[in-house]
T-cell receptor
Framework: DAGITQSPRHKVTETGTPVTLRCHQT?????MYWYRQDPGHGLRLIHY???????DKGEVSDGYSVSRSKTEDFLLTLESATSSQTSVYFC????????????FGPGTRLTVT | GENVEQHPSTLSVQEGDSAVIKCTYS??????FPWYKQELGKGPQLIID?????GEKKDQRIAVTLNKTAKHFSLHITETQPEDSAVYFC???????????FGTGTSLTVIP
């Protein structure tokens, strides 16, 4: 998985609780991404980062926030989890911007009850 | 924004036969088209990609074709093997953006 780890790999949480997912890379890539994967929707971009402390919204950013204080770490936070955020979350990295290869982590399965 | 449609959603083939998965896109400015393979419980893995200045690209048993005029691209797997069984995703992207737009996936089963 191209030097990408995600933690936790599985999490069950209750509606209304905050949740933080972590993505860690050892490739020193500048660009990092958070996607969610749901049946019938493929993968959809939540947020991405183009450098330390530089982030932007993706297609489905409502209810999510991100932070990147170091090149190697990209955090995704659900401030108050809802059942609609039950999904599998993938982190991806890329060395260059735009139309170039993205490499994905192993994923985090999140269940909000 | 870009809309990527992928067909079929499921595909079963006999071992040794060929498999074809097709995708269409809506934004004529899209110029990068990767294909990912996802095995159960794992993240998507890039298997081949093509840029809009190329019509076809091959890598051993895998090939991708692109028709810019019709705005569609296809993945071709020849001499399929059981280990090719997985979910395959197509995607489209623009040089100027950081967003990939993914298709909804094709579950390929290769029957031994």
């Amino acid at each position: 998985d191209a030097g990408i780890t995600q933690s936790p790999r599985h999490k069950v949480t209750e509606t209304g609780t905050p949740v933080t997912l972590r993505c860690h890379q050892t490739e020193n890539h500048r660009y990092m991404y958070w996607y969610r994967q749901d049946p019938g929707h493929g993968l959809r971009l939540i947020h991405y980062s183009y450098g330390v402390k530089d982030t932007d919204k993706g297609e489905v950013s409502d209810g999510y926030s991100v932070s990147r204080s170091k090149t190697e770490d990209f955090l995704l936070t659900l401030e108050s989890a809802t059942s609609s955020q039950t999904s599998v979350y993938f982190c991806a990295i890329s060395g260059v911007a735009g139309a170039s290869e993205q490499y994905f982590g192993p994923g985090t399965r999140l269940t909000v009850t | 924004g870009e809309n990527v449609e992928q067909h079929p959603s499921t595909l079963s083939v006999q071992e040794g036969d060929s498999a074809v998965i097709k995708c269409t896109y809506s934004d004529s400015a899209s110029n990068y088209f990767p294909w990912y393979k996802q095995e159960l419980g794992k993240g998507p893995q890039l298997i081949i990609d093509i840029r809009s200045n190329v019509g076809e690209k091959k890598d051993q048993r895998i090939a991708v074709t692109l028709n810019k005029t019709a705005k569609h691209f296809s993945l071709h797997i020849t001499e399929t093997q059981p280990e090719d069984s997985a979910v395959y995703f197509c995607a489209a992207s623009l040089d100027t953006g950081n967003q990939f737009y993914f298709g909804t996936g094709t579950s390929l089963t290769v029957i031994p």
